[in-house]
């Protein structure tokens, strides 16, 4: 993953990578300060099939540490600190990490688990002297690169672990499928860091060389907010949370306005009704390109992705789940965990449950 990034910081060293707020870092400055981060976790160390835990307010910080973490082979565990206490500990002690990368106001509401703390802000001066170069990280595509957390509403909360693999090939298939006709120039990023969502808006963003808008949650939280800053930063390209998105519509039917810069718009997590899709589509140009994305953390964001670029009328209910992604293939079960034939419904009892019509779609 970490090599993806490299090679589009040599190709775009003074593009601007990211934005958070009236923070302004370009891509040559990114891969600077995230190997400047990779020496102190080696140090440290950190190396391949080793998680490091990464607490902190999600910030430009945030997209630096993951960097950091892969370019030493590390694993990214992600624990944001505004879940539970005992959410947290559990997750400290489940995922074994050797090393805990946070700040010094975070450490003070996080609890006391004997792990190994690396405070960024403390280690500010020690940062800023290690080499700007990349380090040797050992990693080869087969080693976990990332663990997530369901949100554990069935039970205690499951772990997810990803390989560089799996986030190549989900990286490539988007770049292929969407991103090649369709550039990202600028993409917001909304959700929490420890959200799949996250690892999907930063690699198909720092890997391809856009702008990748870090939101504020309480913006993210306000339509008029979120779409005056779509405007301000001049984004074309953006995937919500289907909630999120439906505010966001409601607010821009009620006063008058478009998604007409939007050339790229996908929405997933939760079901989508067509209702909402189609609205969607009405206020963005013919070109725009609307996405509905499926799929599990454990299998790197999306299993699969429907886009719908027939009549605006022929969509009704819940928006499909469309066809496998890239190297992927789907199985479509009933309620017992039995596949069923071409045209009968299945069941996906996730939190997010839709019904499909079974397919005999392969490999991509």
């Known amino acids: 993953m ?46 391949p099939e080793t998680s490091v835990g990464v607490c902190m307010p999600r910030s430009v910080h945030t997209v630096v540490t993951l960097l950091g973490i892969l370019k030493v082979g590390g694993v990214y565990a992600p624990m944001d600190p505004e879940y539970p206490a005992d959410r947290l500990t559990f997750m400290l002690e489940d995922s074994r990490v050797k090393l805990l990368v946070t700040d010094s106001w975070t450490l003070s509401v996080l609890p006391d688990c004997g792990v190994e703390r690396l405070l960024l802000d403390q280690e500010r001066d020690r940062i800023a002297s290690l080499p700007t170069t990349a380090p040797e990280s050992g990693a080869v595509p087969g080693n976990l690169a ?51 969502i996250f690892i999907a808006d930063t690699t198909r963003a720092l890997f391809s060389g856009a702008t990748l808008v870090i939101v504020p949650r309480e913006v993210v939280m306000s339509p008029a907010d979120l779409y005056a800053l779509m405007v301000a930063e001049k984004v074309n390209s953006a995937e919500f949370i289907t909630p999120i998105l439906a505010a966001l519509v409601d607010y821009v039917e009620e006063t008058g306005q478009t998604l007409k810069f939007m050339d790229l718009l996908c929405a997933g997590s939760d079901i989508w009704y067509a ?44 928006v499909p789940i469309g066809r496998p992604v890239a190297n992927t293939r789907l199985y479509v079960l009933d309620e017992q965990m039995r596949p069923v034939p071409v045209g009968v419904p299945g069941s996906c009892t996730s939190a997010a449950s839709h019904w499909v019509a079974a397919t005999t779609a392969g490999p991509v």
């Open 2 to 47: 970490h090599r993806l990034f490299e090679e589009q910081a040599r190709r775009t060293p003074e593009a601007t990578a990211l934005v958070h707020g009236d923070e302004r870092i370009s891509y040559a400055e990114l891969e600077c300060r995230a190997n400047q981060l990779a020496h102190l976790l080696r140090e440290r160390g950190i190396g």
């Open 146 to 196: 990332c663990m997530f957390y369901t949100s554990g509403s069935s039970g205690r909360p499951k772990c997810g672990m990803l390989t560089h693999a799996n986030y190549v090939n989900y990286y490539r298939f988007w770049e292929r499928t969407y991103l090649r006709g369709t550039p990202m120039k600028v993409h917001m990023q909304m959700t929490s860091f420890a959200f799949d």
């Open 275 to 318: 209702r909402d899709f189609l609205r969607t589509k009405r206020l963005c140009k013919p070109s725009t390109r609307v996405i509905a994305a499926y799929g599990t953390s454990e299998t790197s964001n999306d299993n699969s992705t429907f886009e719908h670029t027939e009549g605006f009328g022929e969509l009704e209910g819940i």
